[in-house]
Each structure stands twice: as structure tokens, then as C-alpha cells.
């Protein structure tokens, strides 16, 4: 290339960004008369290549005359208006008021971050301006879009080895207790935890929720672009209350710096002898408590054993025995007072009668035919 063609280049490329720039907005500083005029859009973090999505625009505005505004979004950081992607209609307003727009893009076809930014404008003589201060604007809002097919599901639990289900399936999480996979972006899934898992004796996690907000439990979710999810388990400890004798109360799993009462009665009855009054008698805890009291308390901070120690009473069965002998005899006596009395024959015996000798008057045999004393025949001879 000759020196003459050069030249014709570099007044060509001039001319042609010289023209550029006359289209371009203007950053300037705004006129008093504008009350307010600002942006502000809801997007995708991450979309998938060549997809079609959705940007809500929503512009704010308070005039204190009638001005021409317009909405648009350029491809790039702010101030750059090479590619404009999407314009709206001018409208000419006054007053307060809100507009909503929803914009229709398209995403590149290759990965990577893609920089947009929307526009509030407004038209005067010198052309299309925005609000670049924040009390009156600002008249731009700057979006930042990743693009990429696939997104990362990362898992993250307090102790290593936590089960998992993703979509059904189980897994563990690693030992530092992290569970990452790739999925589809803007797919949905679900992932689920157990209520409760063992962590060693006596001591368990509850889930309570997800990024310490979310409780439930399977969570469904859309994969929007890289997330993380981290487990929020609560400890519990359980309370062993060992008794040979008699029932206590208070066994369980308490959370980690809970107080739990326990008890125990202080008397109940010992097997089949409790029948004859034969009783346990509490003597007092031992173990991680240490009290001859049968309530007490104790701080849930790790797992806890104690035992409930008994003796035999057989106080109430000696009483009882006394009690059953003093009413046995009672009852004797009653039954003894109330016997009835054998009451005289009403047939009376005859008297026994007395025979004398006619001759001598010795008493002789009424049947005796002779005395034994004279000999004479008691036969009367008429």
C-alpha cells in the first residue's frame, strides 16, 4: 500500500467514527429540569449457547415537563454502543410514573461471560442522553451473563460420608464432606438428606435446612448456573437411664445444650411379691449424675449413661402381714360371737323311774322279777 492509499484509509476510517460517535448517546451532565430517570432489569446468571431468554426492563421516571424517553440494551460494558440488541418505542411522558419492558435476546454460541448493558434515555436538542449520577439515576444498568451449556451442583456437609440423593439416586459425600456434580443448566432436580444420621453412640446430626433458610426436605430446584448447597444439621445427644428395677423417665435424644429431666418413683413394686407388699425403694443415681434425689437434671452436652440404683423394702409387707393376721382374728372372733346355741329337744326324756320291793322296800330293777335283798317274787300273786 502506497502512501496516498494510507491516507485515503485514515480519513475513510475517520469519516466513518466521526459518524459513529454522532450516533452514539451522550454521557453529559443533565439538565435541572429532569426529576429522575433510572433502570433496573432482572436476568439470567447463566444461560445455555445460542439460547432465547427473557430480561425484564423497568424504568422509573419523574418529569416535571414533557420529554421523550426510550429504552435499549447494547451488546457490551457501558459505553459502548457498537451493537445495540434490542431498542424500544420513544414515549413521550410527564409526570411520575414506571415502565416495564420485556426484552427477547438471544445468547452467543460460544462459552464464556457476556457483558450487556441497558439504557434509560432521554431526548433533547442535543440528542439521546442518560442519568450517569446515582441521585436522579443512574440511567444504566450493567449485566453480566454466563454462557455455558452445563452447570456445577456442589453439595457441602459438616462431617464427611453423608448420604445423599440427587434425582433418586444415593451417594456419599467425600471425606472433607462434599458432593459436586455437572448438570444441564436451567434443569430441574432434586436433592434429598436424611432426617438423621449417626454420627458415633449416643450422638446424631438432624437436618434443620439448607444455607441455614431453606427447611425443606427433598429440595426441588432449577439448576441456574453454578450452586451450592450447604447442609444445616443440628446435634442431639441421647440420654441412656438404665434401671433394673423400676421404670424411670427421661431417656431420649435431647439437642446439643438442652436440659433434660429425668425421674424415678421413689417406691413401686417388685415383681409378683409386690402382691404381698415386697417393694423397690429408690436409693439414688450414679454415673455421669451423682444424687440421692429421684428428679434431677443435666446439660445435654454429649452423650450421658446413668443408672437408678434400688434396694428392697419389705417394710409394707411386714405391715400387711400384721394387718391380715389382726383382721383374720378379728374375723374369727366376730364368727365365733355370732355361733348359734343348741336349743332344747322338744321331746323331754322321761325321768328315770325308781323301783322299790314290795316286801322289804329295798330299790330294786324296775325289771327284776324277785329282790335281791329278800329274794321274794315281785310278781303280784293276784
Not at 433510572?38 to 423497568?58: M, N, T
Not at 424500544?88 to 462459552?111: A, C, F, H, N, W
Not at 454466563?146 to 452447570?151: F, N, R
Request: proline content about 5%; aromatic content about 12%; overall charge neutral.
Amino acid at each position: 500500500m502506497n502512501m496516498t492509499q494510507r491516507k485515503n484509509w485514515i480519513v475513510v476510517a475517520f469519516t466513518v467514527l466521526v459518524a459513529v460517535a454522532g450516533l452514539m448517546p451522550c454521557a453529559e451532565a443533565q439538565s435541572e429540569k429532569l426529576g429522575l430517570l433510572r433502570i433496573s432489569a432482572e436476568y439470567p446468571i447463566q444461560v445455555p449457547l445460542s439460547y432465547s431468554f427473557s430480561v425484564k426492563l423497568k424504568v422509573e421516571y419523574a418529569f416535571r415537563d414533557y420529554f421523550e424517553i426510550h429504552a435499549a440494551v447494547y451488546d457490551g460494558r457501558r459505553g459502548a454502543f457498537a451493537r445495540p440488541l434490542w431498542e424500544g418505542e420513544p414515549q413521550r411522558l410527564i409526570d411520575v410514573g414506571e415502565l416495564t419492558y420485556d426484552v427477547k435476546l438471544k445468547s452467543p454460541s460460544q462459552m464464556g461471560q457476556w457483558f450487556l448493558t441497558a439504557y434509560a434515555f432521554f431526548q433533547d436538542a442535543s440528542g439521546s442522553s442518560y442519568f450517569t449520577d446515582y441521585e436522579r439515576g443512574p440511567g444504566f444498568f450493567e449485566m453480566s451473563i454466563k454462557i455455558a451449556d452445563d452447570a456445577k451442583l456442589t453439595l457441602r456437609a459438616p462431617y464427611g460420608n453423608i448420604p445423599v440423593h440427587v434425582d433418586g439416586v444415593s451417594y456419599l459425600t467425600d471425606g472433607s464432606g462434599v458432593f459436586t456434580r455437572q448438570f444441564k443448566v436451567l434443569t430441574g432436580h432434586s436433592v434429598e438428606v436424611p432426617r438423621n444420621v449417626s454420627i458415633a453412640e449416643g450422638w446424631r446430626i438432624v437436618f434443620r435446612s439448607w444455607n441455614g433458610t431453606d427447611p425443606s426436605n427433598p429440595k426441588r430446584l432449577i439448576i441456574a448456573t453454578d450452586t451450592v448447597l450447604v447442609m444445616d444439621f443440628g446435634d442431639e445427644f441421647y440420654l441412656d437411664l438404665v434401671s433394673d428395677a423400676a421404670d424411670v423417665k427421661g431417656s431420649g435424644w435431647y439437642p446439643s445444650g438442652a436440659i433434660a429431666n429425668f425421674s424415678a418413683p421413689q417406691f413401686a413394686p417388685k415383681g409378683w411379691e409386690g402382691v404381698l407388699g415386697v417393694q423397690w425403694r429408690f436409693i439414688g443415681w450414679s454415673g455421669d449424675v451423682e444424687s440421692a434425689s429421684p428428679n434431677e437434671r443435666i446439660v445435654m452436652d454429649r452423650p450421658h449413661r446413668i443408672a437408678a440404683n434400688w434396694t428392697v423394702d419389705y417394710q409394707q409387707s411386714i405391715l400387711l402381714m400384721i394387718l391380715i393376721a389382726v383382721v383374720v382374728a378379728g374375723g374369727l372372733v366376730v364368727l365365733s360371737r355370732r355361733r348359734p346355741v343348741n336349743e332344747p329337744s322338744s321331746v323331754t326324756a322321761s325321768p328315770a323311774v325308781r323301783t322299790y320291793c314290795m316286801f322289804c322296800g329295798s330299790n330294786i330293777d324296775p325289771d327284776a322279777r324277785f329282790c335281791s335283798k329278800c329274794g321274794k317274787s315281785q310278781i303280784s300273786s293276784s
